[in-house]
């Protein structure tokens, strides 16, 4: 039998200090306890009065992650696949199918980049490329629909990829990266410009055969500077401030 | 002519109802039901040896189909909560550090009542929204009869335990509240905001559990030197206890330490309307200290307790509470209110009427009597009350036998009501002995 010396109270034999006034109490040795066994009713329990782990009953109850998107995506399966036959169905009533398959396809891509991006989620370089795969396919099917003229090929892909590469590459440089606050937006001001250099560099190819950088060099220059202000006001003024500190209102 | 043969007439036993309403007292509770305030009690026994679980999932078994208004779920309405039957079967589960866990308003097949076991203890948590403590405690006997008979003990049907074979009685299901209100009596006077213990409380999900045991024959000669009775004499101590506190702190900053105390002492209506609900049919008795006039002894708080207490029980005064809750409810106004729209109102009235309003919870149940045969084989029986985050920490009190259960649960990381007023009782040369969940 034990009991608190400052509250007066007597303790449970499992107790290691009063609940009341948080003493700790002596331990006794197993000799004693076992003399004192038969004494008061307390001791007729060996076990603690409360289990030391916690179980909330209704935990059952919630679902894990993968179930939640699990069903998420199943609900919008179902959802953009009676879109899509709604549409080709209304389409019918015409006698043939035609603009309804420009509608489907663009359903069927947004299905798999919903999809994707809940079935990949906090995994970016996972969603980049389902993005990235699906857009690509979309671009094909529709070049295809709309006559075959091959600008997915020459033109569509070859941005769709040069974007697709920068985001990756802008995405590993920010969690690799040791700098944040100014240094983000520069970074991402410096991917934006490689992108629009790019994309003209691309439309050049398809067009004429030949690169000469025109509007994305102007953009560059005006983007450019502002990098390196930022870049510089990052590492001689704010030395890595808080964004969050800086702007406080 | 033909006699046509006279044929009796079987009565049909009567039928819960497919769905039905809240009663006027658990409309406040799915709102305002939180992770620190789950709007559960429990009640818990602690066996002459482990618990069976399967033996007790067998007595659950047995007595669900004399219980049907307690199988049932809460489901979303669009003006109302309601309740429809809960075809789920209902599992004994594993106790907890930390019971009385939240459940899910609205969300299917999930039970609003619970039965807990861990090593010889066996405890039934309750949601208020289903029932009050008159109607737990038939269940919570009937289960322990069931479950002592499926060990081979013959128990009587007497003392709360019922016979699981028996039909329930459209009474048990009926809202009392509405079948004793009288239109037109006064609203009640409105009481401002009380005391509260300040402190930082426990982390959510956390409820420490503190209980005291001691000997009712001790705490009954102790209360006749006081000329009190149990109830009076322990909510005069916990005021007394709650007053040395607030003026501890008179120095210090806070908008809390000039307010009056108060504490909320449920009563049970079936005592004094003839209800026989098995549904919530409790009020509660406000009984106040203005500490502000001055500093009272012991022997005054007493006083004015009892005369506050006998005075809440005046019929009149508790017609007027009983007809408040029924009449805010037929209101065309609040009934044309869309549910979550209804949701914020009845946070916000809870929050004015409910914890603000009291500096803690004191529920004394009474004696538990059961069969001898059961009786002998049950050590302790506790109970442990809802409380709240404003209000932190709440009293429950239980007597069996000559032993005096008294557990105060508590979401405040200080322990010092529990610590001053077990000092208090100990004081007054009584044995007490302590258990808690602290872990």
Known sequence: MAYCYKCGVELDRSAERCPLCSTPVPSISDDCAKDEGAEGELEQGTARAYPDFIIDPENKYNLTGTERRRIAIEIISFSFALGAATI?????????????????????????????VIWLWKRPLGIVACATLSLAAFLVVI??????????????LPILVSFAVLLVLTLLILRFSKSKGFDTVAHCLLAFTLFLLSVEAIIDLHLRGSVYFSWSLITALSLTPLAVVLYYVNARVLHGADLRKFFRL | MSVEPRVK?????????????????????????????????????????????????????????????????????????????????LKPIVDSAYPMQKPEAG???????????????????????????????ILFKTLLGEY?????????????????????????????????????????VRQGPAYHVPGKLLPKGHLRITTGRLSVAALLAVCKAHSATMTEYLTALLFSVLQDMQEEERGVRSRFRNLPLRIEIPADMRKIFPSKTMRNFSLFLEPTLDTRLQRFSLDEIIRLTRSQMALGLFKGELLRIITRNVEAARSIFIRALPLPIKNVF???????????????????????????VVASRIRFVDVLVNTSPVIKQAVGIISFGDRLSITFGSLCERSDVERHFFRRLVKEGIHVSIESNDI
Not at chain 2, 24 to 44: D, G, L
Not at chain 2, 61 to 85: Q, S
Not at chain 2, 126 to 132: C, F, L
Request: aromatic letters at 14%; proline letters at 9%; one cysteine or more.
């Open chain 1, 88 to 116: 080709v169905l209304a389409d019918l009533l015409d006698g043939r199918l035609g603009w309804s398959l420009f509608g489907a396809a663009a359903l069927g891509c947004a299905w798999v980049l919903v999809a994707g």
């Open chain 1, 143 to 156: 070049d295809l629909l709309a006559g075959g003229n091959a600008w997915s090929i020459g033109l569509g």
């Open chain 2, 9 to 89: 007439r079987v009565k049909k036993p009567p039928v819960m109802p497919p769905w039905y309403a809240l009663d006027h007292a658990a409309v406040i509770y799915p709102p305002t039901m939180s992770e620190r305030s789950p709007a559960f009690f429990r009640i818990q026994a602690t066996l002459d040896r482990p618990v069976n679980a399967e033996l007790l999932a067998k007595a659950m078994r047995n007595i669900a189909p004399r219980f049907p208004y307690y199988h049932v779920e809460l489901r979303r309405g669009f003006f109302w909560f309601y309740f429809e039957k809960n075809e789920l079967p």
């Open chain 2, 107 to 137: 969300r299917r097949g999930a039970h609003l009542y619970r039965v807990r076991a861990y090593s010889d203890r066996l405890a039934l948590e309750v949601s208020h929204v289903i029932t009050d403590g008159g109607g737990g405690f």
């Open chain 2, 148 to 188: 002592y008979r499926l060990r081979g003990v013959d128990v009587p049907y007497t003392d709360g335990i019922w016979d699981p074979k028996s039909t329930p009685e459209p009474h048990e299901w009926e809202d009392s509240f509405a079948a004793y209100s009288e239109p037109g009596t006064p609203t009640p």
């Open chain 2, 346 to 372: 009845m946070r916000f009235l809870s929050s004015i009427f409910g914890d603000r309003m009291f500096s803690s919870v004191l529920s004394n149940v009474g004696p538990m009597r059961l069969p001898e």
